[in-house]
């Protein structure tokens, strides 16, 4: 199943969805972005319905693995996977980490959207959402690429 490179195929899906968040991570990094400690982040201020729904998917990764295996229904977790990054996908078009600067996208030193206590949130709700599919990956033996 891992051996075809194409979005056909399941894992290798979920491996891109890996990379893009990553891609997202890294470019917060190299804009300058200081996210700061997890434990310092103010993760109250997710309240939008994106950041919410972001949240209760990822949240629920120990009862899926759970389901999937009482039952064996490994569809559930490929279900789930899809799920998750399908959630990240909103919660991207719809929650900036950061604005573009002098409306240039790729411009160093942006700044946070709206806030920056929100921006430092988002980016590790992104973080979290790239372990959870790190951790997705591992369950199938499968490497979470940084790049693809």
């Not at 209760?56 to 229904?73: F, G, H, K, Q, Y």
């Not at 799920?83 to 929650?95: H, K, P, R």
Request: glycine share 4%; net charge negative; aromatic share 8%.
């Amino acid at each position: 199943m891992v051996a075809a490179q194409s979005m056909e195929n399941p894992v290798y899906y979920v491996q891109y969805a890996h990379a893009r968040i990553a891609s997202v991570i890294r470019n917060a990094d190299e804009r300058g972005f200081d996210p700061g400690e997890v434990e310092a982040a103010d993760l109250s201020l997710l309240t939008h319905p994106a950041e919410l729904a972001l949240l209760t998917a990822m949240a629920s990764l120990p009862l899926v693995v759970a389901e999937a295996a009482e039952l064996r229904a490994t569809q559930r977790l490929a279900r789930y996977f899809f799920f998750i990054d399908w959630s990240f996908n909103v919660f991207y078009t719809e929650c900036r980490i950061l604005a573009p600067a002098s409306g240039d996208a790729d411009a160093p030193g942006a700044e946070v959207a709206e806030d920056p206590a929100l921006g430092r949130a988002r980016y590790h709700l992104a973080v979290a959402a790239k372990q959870v599919l790190a951790n997705a990956l591992g369950l199938l033996r499968v490497s979470a690429p940084e790049r693809m």
